[in-house]
């Protein structure tokens, strides 16, 4: 038993050595991981923000019914022009609700009634007195035969575009609901909710890049310019919100109303401000970090103070200097304290980006 001791310590030393240098060599031969840095650097930004909203007739007014009658007539097309008065719903003229014929009734007589005492007041067969009376009287039956016939011929009461037409004849017309909407489409307006901290970067006459924002439409098709021609005074003191309206030329008629947009929109410049490739910037628990290379080309993470950001890079309050290299590609192949090999010096790009608020 003593003998057999003897070997067995033996036995465990030489493992233990070899483990140990198997330990060794494996720290030895850890290799650096080949990396792509950029170096943060002072430049420009321009902060830009996305919105949404709907293009509307620059003029746009809604046609509603004032008695619940069926619709007998539709004389304009939806997408046809209408020029102010004309009819674009016509309901019928017979119906209970209507009162058309009974104050036509009305109207007539008081016309015969005003015509023949006009011809005994020239004989002097009445006073003045009285026919200013008879005349009262036609002026009010002509009110009330046109307040009768405005409710069955619904006219627009401006020139544009029949947009939108929501009945059918036979139809009963609703009441409380825009049966129709004529528009003014050779200028658009957009509205459009903006933070306060943006709207007071704004001003009128500033320009916004306008988009469609039909499904599939590719990037720059149907951009349009627009100008912020409003911008609100207090916000909304439910949304906290601003009120931004926007004006957009339309004269070839290539946008309709009711289209869904988005609007871009430089909401600030920063001029030569430190910053960093967005895609060197990561986050742990809500922290941006970097992974900065240090003197002794290993990976040093390290937290950052982050501000305006775009597309394209983060600008940093603190927490890295001018000129210290971070890394790009490679970096999730990286840890604190990491050996790094770099293979490529970025150099930062200074395109502008967007940040995007809906």
Not at 22 to 42: D, L, W
Not at 155 to 160: A, E, F, H, L
Not at 334 to 349: D, F, I
Request: charged fraction near 20%.
């Amino acid at each position: 038993m003593k003998g057999l001791r003897i070997v067995i310590l033996p036995l465990l030393a030489l493992t233990m050595i070899s483990c140990g240098k198997k330990q060794e060599a494996a720290v030895v031969e850890e290799k650096a991981v080949p990396v792509t840095v950029a170096s943060a650097s002072h430049s420009d930004m321009s902060i830009i923000r996305t919105y949404t909203g709907t293009l509307e007739g620059w003029k746009q007014a809604k046609i509603y019914a004032s008695i619940p009658e069926a619709v007998i007539e539709l004389p304009v097309r939806e997408g046809s022009f209408v020029q102010a008065g004309q009819a674009v719903i016509i309901l019928d003229k017979e119906g209970r609700a209507s009162q058309l014929r009974q104050a036509k009734a009305v109207y007539d007589e008081a016309q015969d009634n005003h015509a023949k005492m006009t011809r005994l007041y020239a004989q002097g067969a009445i006073s003045e007195q009285s026919l200013t009376s008879i005349k009262t009287g036609l002026d009010v039956a002509r009110a009330n035969y046109e307040s009768a016939r405005q409710a069955v011929e619904l006219t627009s009461p401006i020139s544009g575009i029949l947009t939108d037409l929501t009945v059918n004849i036979g139809q009963f017309a609703p009441l409380g609901m825009p049966l129709a909407t004529i528009a003014q489409t050779d200028k658009l307006r957009m509205t459009i909710y903006v933070d306060s901290r943006s709207a007071s970067f704004l001003k009128a006459g500033q320009k916004a890049i306008i988009s469609l924002a039909a499904a599939g439409a590719g990037a720059g098709q149907s951009d349009v310019e627009g100008d912020i021609i409003e911008i609100a005074r207090s916000a909304d003191p439910e949304t906290r919100l601003f009120r931004v309206d926007l004006q957009i030329d339309n004269k070839d008629r290539n946008l309709s109303p009711g289209t869904f947009a988005r609007a871009e929109i430089i909401v600030q410049e920063l001029d030569s401000v430190l910053t960093v490739p967005r895609e060197a910037v990561f986050f742990t628990e809500g922290i941006p970090k970097v992974y900065v290379v240090n003197a002794s080309s290993k990976a040093e993470e390290r937290s950052i103070q982050v501000g305006e950001n775009t597309l394209q890079k983060y600008q940093v309050l603190s927490g890295l200097a001018e000129g210290e290299r971070i890394v790009l590609l490679g970096r999730g192949q990286v840890e604190n304290g990491s050996p790094v090999m770099v293979m490529e010096q970025v150099n930062p790009s200074s395109s502008q980006g967007n940040s995007r608020e809906n």
